[in-house]
């Protein structure tokens, strides 16, 4: 005999468990996704001042000397818990009224690792990060030094040479190129060599390590190296000024030091304009983005 009393359905189970399950997975893999290590590869693509803190905060966990180089650099690992890399650490600071260089004698030498730091906030303000590593200052072992990203290139310009290897885009390569020298006028790198021109894989250049940059002198070392207009790098340079310089150098730089970079800044600028007025009178120069 059938009851006049509704029959409540009871719905199954197991799609209550089975969501139930899944929801809890999905947690549990967002919490793995989470914990594991960033790649490289992702590491890489860190915005600059994300980069600055990493170097700033992350525990240090391992520390081995690089093994050449005068500045005697260590190689430091440096972990978040989340992302794992390496910097190169340099505490030089030698400064000498007088000094033998190797053939040559220099007045007013330095070998600072304040120029790494300086080094990176100039290429910050002229959009050139992409060719400078994130640098900053921290306390390691005892010493205060510059705390630089590390670049984990494929092979450096001695490297390139010695295989004769040639990027499949000379164009954008050249590009590159004539920033670095751009780039090393402005900073007045003394010591701008093979090994400290680095290339990545995909044929990105870095310059490293310069310490032995920014010196007081208020000329360049090789003008006719400036043979072409960089109209956007050109608009950056016009931009600085003695406030806007000082105040993104800080204590890294000398005021004698940043005069002196304003200095070349406006032999540079002048150069540009003279190789751009021969390229509107008819003359051959080339462009260079």
Avoid: C
């Avoid at 093994?67 to 690992?77: A, D, F, I, N």
């Avoid at 640098?135 to 290139?153: F, K």
């Avoid at 870095?206 to 072409?228: G, H, K, N």
Wanted: a positive charge; glycine letters at 4%; aromatic letters at 8%.
């Amino acid at each position: 005999m059938m009851s006049d009393t509704p029959r409540i359905r009871r719905a199954p189970l197991w799609p209550t468990a089975a969501a139930a399950w899944a929801a809890s997975t999905v947690t549990l893999l967002t919490a793995v996704l989470i914990s594991l290590p960033v790649s490289a590869q992702d590491a890489g693509t860190l915005a600059p001042h994300d980069i600055e803190q990493f170097l700033l905060t992350a525990e240090i966990v391992h520390a081995r000397p690089i093994g050449k180089g005068v500045t005697k650099p260590w190689r430091l690992t440096l972990s978040d818990g989340r992302i794992t890399h390496d910097a190169a650490f340099q505490s030089i600071e030698t400064r000498k009224d007088v000094a033998r260089v190797g053939r040559r004698t220099e007045l007013m030498f330095a070998d600072s690792y304040h120029f790494n730091i300086a080094a990176y906030r100039l290429a910050r303000l002229l959009g050139l990060t992409d060719m400078v590593p994130t640098a900053v200052e921290r306390r390691w072992n005892g010493r205060i030094g510059a705390l630089t990203w590390w670049i984990d290139a494929a092979w450096d310009e001695s490297d390139r040479k010695a295989q004769q290897l040639r990027p499949p885009d000379i164009q954008a390569w050249s590009a590159q190129l004539y920033r670095m020298v751009v780039f090393s006028e402005l900073v007045y790198d003394t010591d701008r060599n093979d090994g400290n021109i680095l290339y990545t894989a995909d044929w990105r250049l870095w310059m490293i390590d310069f310490t032995r940059a920014f010196r007081i002198w208020r000329e360049l070392q090789r003008p006719e190296d400036l043979v072409s207009n960089a109209p956007l790098l050109l608009e950056r340079l016009m931009a600085l000024d003695k406030r806007s310089l000082t105040a993104a150098m800080g204590k890294h730089l000398s005021s004698a030091e940043t005069d002196a970079v304003l200095a070349r800044r406006d032999l540079i600028v002048e150069r540009f304009r003279k190789v751009a007025a021969l390229g509107a009178s008819g003359k051959h120069t080339r462009a260079t983005p």
